[in-house]
């Protein structure tokens, strides 16, 4: 039975919330991607079924998914009207990306799926989002009722729970090798053209309200998830786009062989040091300690380049807040400033996807670090776009 709506079906949604769902065998997924068809063909053509091929030092495990039941592209509206009205469907998870939660298209989408609820069942449903944000579900929120019909922004504020998030499991896109390495592993006979690449460890941090029940996802349901939101974001996400930018002038083309380069990790640690100044969250060292061997997980050909994307809407979430709490602690620290410097320096030279690039790439490259800054234009962005010292040194650090 289908009792949870997805949209965003990628590797990441794969390895983490069907897996979650696959604890419940009564629970099914109807998951959709935003516009392709790739995927869902492949998966339908297997009966929804897949592998996750878990890499560890222990060496690759192998595990079947089945909790998706449904995977259509997000071009079949009438499905997705169909599937979001359905009253035994109590969740909509979602994987849009970071910059998804500014895409008229996407906020659109959502709204389309809500509105057909609304004169459907009419049932409540939680809405989850899954994106590395702060605050995740009330970012969702403002954005659909910023820009939703009065009489449907009415209904969703009495019907619709939004839960915030904080999500973890790194999953890089699958590679050639990597299928070729699942066929190997297989039984004889059994073939998966769509397994998904990812590691041993999994979190899941929910806080809000599930109006229309709880799945029995296997996960930690708190009252407030901002402390593992800046842990996670800050500590994981925050170093990765630290190795992103920096990475590549140093010859590094995935995270393992990043935080081997002795510079490079040294950058991190100071970053780490930054962030713990300001994060509140116990355990530091333990977590520290686990990021550093699963960053370094040879198995886990995490491409700098697919994590580079779009740093316009992750460098406000992952980077900004600490450098402008050292900056008010008279600080200028080197992580920090070289995660700054090595963005700076992919705007301006580098291959840069990014919703934003029509204004960041020509700030990057004629204005520097301060129209870098300027442009992006979030509180924490204009404050430091002021701080001459700060610009000074990222520009003059900018490789
Ligand atoms: N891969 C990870 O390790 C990981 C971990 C934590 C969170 N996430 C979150 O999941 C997201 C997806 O990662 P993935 O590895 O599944 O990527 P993927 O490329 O495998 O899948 C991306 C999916 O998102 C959809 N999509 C892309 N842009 C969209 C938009 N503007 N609006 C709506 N849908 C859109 C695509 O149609 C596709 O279905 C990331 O951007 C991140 O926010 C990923
Ligand atoms: O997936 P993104 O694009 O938000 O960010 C890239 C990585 O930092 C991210 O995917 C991490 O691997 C993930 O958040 C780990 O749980």
């Known amino acids: 039975m289908i009792t949870a709506v997805h949209l965003g079906l990628g590797a990441f949604h794969r390895a983490h919330q069907a897996a979650y769902t696959a604890a419940d065998p009564e629970a099914g997924i109807a998951a959709y991607t935003f516009r392709s068809t790739a995927l869902p063909e492949a998966l339908t053509a297997q009966g929804g079924r897949y592998h996750l091929l878990i890499r560890s030092d222990d060496g690759p495990e192998l595990r079947e998914?089945?909790?998706?039941v449904r995977a259509r592209p997000g071009t079949d509206l009438e499905s997705w009207r169909r599937d979001l009205s359905s009253g035994s469907v109590s969740v909509l998870t979602l994987t849009i990306t970071e910059a998804g939660y500014?895409?008229?298209?996407?906020?659109?989408?959502v709204l389309d799926g809500?509105?057909?609820r609304r004169t459907g069942s009419g049932a409540p449903i939680a809405l989850v989002p899954c994106d590395n944000l702060p605050g995740n579900g009330s970012v969702l929120r403002d954005a659909l009722l910023r820009v939703a019909e009065p009489g449907l922004g009415a209904w969703i504020d009495e019907h619709v729970g939004f839960v915030d998030t904080v999500v973890d499991r790194i999953t890089p896109a699958t590679?050639?090798?990597?299928?070729?390495?699942?066929?190997?592993?297989?039984?004889?006979?059994?073939?998966?053209?769509?397994?998904?690449?990812?590691?041993?460890?999994?979190?899941?941090?929910?806080?809000?309200?599930?109006?229309?029940?709880?799945?029995?996802?296997?996960?930690?349901?708190?009252?407030?998830?901002?402390?593992?939101?800046?842990?996670?974001?800050?500590?994981?996400?925050?170093?990765?786009s630290l190795l992103a930018y920096v990475g590549p002038s140093r010859g590094a083309a995935t995270v393992d062989e990043a935080v081997r380069d002795p510079e490079v990790a040294r950058l991190m640690e100071s970053w780490w040091d930054a962030a713990a100044r300001h994060a509140r969250v116990d355990c530091l060292d333990d977590y520290r300690g686990a990021l550093r061997t699963r960053f370094a997980q040879r198995g886990i050909r995490h491409r700098l380049a697919q994590i580079a994307r779009d740093g316009s809407a992750k460098i406000p979430a992952r980077i900004l807040p600490v450098l402008a709490l050292e900056r008010a602690a008279g600080r200028l620290p080197d992580g920090a400033v070289g995660a700054l410097a090595g963005w700076v320096a992919h705007l301006r030279a580098g291959e840069v996807h990014d919703p934003r690039a029509a204004d960041l790439v020509p700030a990057a490259r004629s204005g520097g670090a301060r129209a870098v800054l300027g442009a992006?234009?979030?509180?924490?962005?204009?404050?430091?776009?002021?701080?001459?010292?700060?610009?000074?040194?990222?520009?003059?650090?900018?490789?």
């Open 65 to 68: 998914i089945a909790s998706i």
């Open 102 to 109: 500014a895409d008229p298209a996407t906020i659109g989408r």
């Open 114 to 116: 809500l509105a057909a």
């Open 175 to 240: 590679t050639a090798d990597d299928l070729t390495e699942v066929a190997r592993l297989l039984p004889r006979g059994v073939r998966d053209d769509v397994p998904v690449v990812t590691e041993p460890f999994s979190e899941w941090v929910l806080a809000g309200e599930f109006p229309h029940g709880r799945p029995a996802w296997p996960a930690r349901f708190v009252d407030d998830a901002a402390p593992y939101a800046r842990r996670k974001l800050w500590f994981l996400n925050g170093a990765h």
């Open 376 to 399: 992006l234009g979030s509180p924490d962005a204009i404050a430091l776009a002021g701080d001459d010292e700060l610009v000074r040194t990222v520009d003059a650090s900018a490789p």
